[in-house]
């Protein structure tokens, strides 16, 4: 499916990213993973092995992006696609509900989540426009962009950004649709990663989220549930589809959720 694909992952040795760097490589595809924590790196050597390029840096700096695509250039030729993966919470930093939002609790989180967005993608326009070659970006986003949670996950900066993603995303699909570059979004519910685990240590939110993500018994997200929908963005199976969002969210969209 992906045979002759190199695709850059930032955020690619850990959670989502890691466990889509698994599944790119074993149906073809070769990969430079991007990560930041030296731990995180050194699991991702162990899982990875050889198959994959392991690159450090921090997507928030503008020359972690452009550094991760020239390693993929060097190694492979080309560059094919980019799923951009990279972001967190920001609860640590300030964020929360509005009248608790610090400015730099805001200003961190958006660094994290949509600056460091904005540096890879319009890394990877550039080298596709240089390469006068068609590409396609792979952007996260949340479903807290469009459907809050006001009790459990009131994290209001957050949730701006993970909407920016999309607003963002549509336009550069918009814009470089005719130089057949692609743009689409994928917005997970609850899934089971290093971010989550506030989350997945509260009973409450546990029982909270049997509810609201009812698919399958009723449970968080495993980070596998997401790789079939990259799969297909970073394939050719793809070509003919820009600017999507596709939530993986285990109904949370559609359904209530009981506390």
């Given at each position: ?40 790196m050194?699991?991702a ?39 951009h ?145 990259a ?9 003919f ?19």
């Amino acid at each position: 499916m992906l045979s002759g694909k190199n695709i850059v992952i930032i955020g690619g040795t850990s959670g989502l990213g890691l466990s889509a760097a698994k599944a790119f490589i074993a149906l073809g595809g070769k990969v430079v993973a991007v990560g930041k924590d030296d731990s995180s790196m050194v699991d991702a050597k162990k899982a990875l092995g050889q198959s994959a390029h392991l690159v450090a840096g921090d997507a928030t700096k503008s020359d972690c992006a452009v550094e991760a695509i020239k390693s993929c250039l060097e190694k492979f030729g080309l560059l094919h696609g980019l799923y951009h993966v990279a972001g967190g919470s920001g609860r640590s930093m300030g964020d929360g509900p509005l009248h608790e939002l610090t400015l730099d609790g805001w200003n961190r989180t958006l660094e994290l989540n949509l600056t460091s967005l904005m540096l890879s993608n319009q890394a990877a326009v550039r080298t596709f426009r240089e390469q006068k070659s068609e590409g396609t970006i792979l952007n996260m986003s949340s479903v807290l962009a469009w459907s809050p949670s006001p009790r459990h996950f009131a994290t209001h900066a957050y949730a701006a950004a993970k909407g920016a993603v999309i607003s963002f995303s549509k336009a550069l699909a918009s814009h470089y649709a005719a130089d057949s570059i692609r743009v689409n979004v994928i917005a997970p519910g609850l899934v089971d990663t290093p971010m989550s685990q506030r989350a997945r240590r509260n009973a409450e939110i546990m029982a909270f989220i049997k509810t609201k993500q009812p698919l399958d018994s009723g449970r968080i997200g495993h980070p596998a549930d997401l790789d079939g929908l990259a799969l297909y963005f970073m394939s050719d199976q793809s070509r003919f589809t820009t600017g999507q969002v596709i939530a993986v969210d285990g109904g949370w969209g559609v359904s209530e959720g009981q506390m």
